[in-house]
């Protein structure tokens, strides 16, 4: 494909979508963790500058689970290390589990007397981190806020000539219009479809797992 003057002198901004970005990977059948973001910031926007890459997550509170937590501060700082990546925290609240995440955990809970069922010790887990453990649901608070927010008043600020979104959640379907007023263009792309953002977004670019090959810490 030809690079045309405006690519090789536009600026591109990542605005990722931490949690739907990973759950995407996950349902692509690909790692969720993992990746080196540099890396994949670099090789998204080339040919355009690559100004800087944000990620915002809920941040996992230590009373809800101690080793989660841990685990994503070390992630957290170790994407903070790179000079061009920055992290924005929502959070991450607590609501009593209803519905079919009640089914689920009553289901996951009587597992051990159905022997002529098996399920592995790493999808029960998975399966419990869906419906709650305890009856509780985490919901993630803030984030699509804060990415929206961004993007449009970084649009009006000049901060970037072209914005890339790393998600398919089609909340942020008005955000990206909003954007697209400004004369800006926006990127969307994912491992897994997003059809409504699709539909505003500039183009959606579908990542597909050997897009990723050089990509891996």
Request: net charge positive; charged share 25%.
């Amino acid at each position: 494909m030809q690079t045309t003057q405006h690519q090789r002198h536009s600026r591109a901004v990542l605005f990722i979508d931490g949690s739907n970005f990973y759950h995407g990977m996950k349902s692509a059948g690909l790692p969720g963790t993992g990746l080196n973001y540099a890396r994949l910031s670099e090789k998204l926007t080339a040919p355009r500058e690559w100004v800087e890459t944000r990620f915002y997550v809920g941040n996992v509170r230590q009373k809800g689970d101690r080793a989660l937590a841990a685990g994503q501060q070390r992630f957290l700082a170790r994407l903070s290390r790179h000079p061009r990546i920055f992290c924005f925290l929502g959070r991450v609240e607590s609501r009593p589990a209803a519905g079919a995440a009640k089914e689920l955990t009553r289901w996951l809970n009587l597992l051990p007397n159905r022997r002529h069922i098996t399920v592995s010790a790493q999808a029960v887990k998975e399966l419990r981190g869906i419906a709650g453990a305890d009856g509780t649901q985490w919901v993630e608070k803030a984030v699509d806020v804060m990415i929206a927010t961004d993007m449009i008043s970084m649009a009006h600020e000049g901060k970037y000539d072209d914005a890339y979104l790393l998600s398919a959640d089609g909340d942020f379907t008005h955000a990206v219009k909003k954007v697209r007023e400004t004369g800006r263009k926006v990127f969307v792309a994912s491992p897994v479809p997003g059809a409504q953002l699709a539909q505003a977004a500039t183009a959606f670019i579908s990542l597909r797992p050997d897009f990723f090959h050089d990509c891996w810490e």
